[in-house]
Nanobody, 126 residues
Framework: QVQLVESGGGLVQAGGSVRLSCAAS????????MAWFRQAPGKGREFVAA????????IYADSVKGRFTISRDNAKNPMYLQMNSLKPEDTAVYYC???????????????????WGLGTQVTVSS
């Protein structure tokens, strides 16, 4: 059974930092594009960042550009999200996702991603 499990969420003050991790089991995602999405209370799912299989290409939502960094280490956990200068509006459940096919490019579209974790809560207090 393929599973993606996020960790590292929690409560942080505005201006602080949090690092999220995404671990995979049941499948090797070293050749797959992966991404982070988030969903705030009462809002729809929102793209945050994506990274291609070897880490050479990354894209970010405008709202997090310059503050968040997506990375991957295919030998360990497949993916991370370093979040700095956090704002209250970053409060959400953060999900990691993996593409349904290997070797594809990065995209903001959630439709490309087949595998999803259950999410980890990040709460930023003002």
């Amino acid at each position: 059974q393929v599973q993606l499990v996020e960790s590292g969420g929690g409560l942080v003050q505005a201006g602080g930092s949090v690092r999220l991790s995404c671990a995979a089991s049941g499948h090797t995602f070293s050749t797959y594009t992966m991404a982070w999405f988030r969903q705030a209370p009462g809002k729809g799912r929102e793209f945050v960042a994506a990274i291609n299989w070897n880490g050479a290409t990354t894209i970010y939502a405008d709202s997090v550009k310059g503050r968040f960094t997506i990375s991957r280490d295919n030998a360990k956990n497949p993916m991370y999200l370093q979040m700095n200068s956090l704002k209250p509006e970053d409060t959400a459940v953060y999900y990691c996702a993996a593409d349904r096919e290997p070797w594809r490019g990065v995209t903001e579209s959630g439709d490309q991603y087949e595998y999803w974790g259950l999410g980890t809560q990040v709460t930023v207090s003002s």
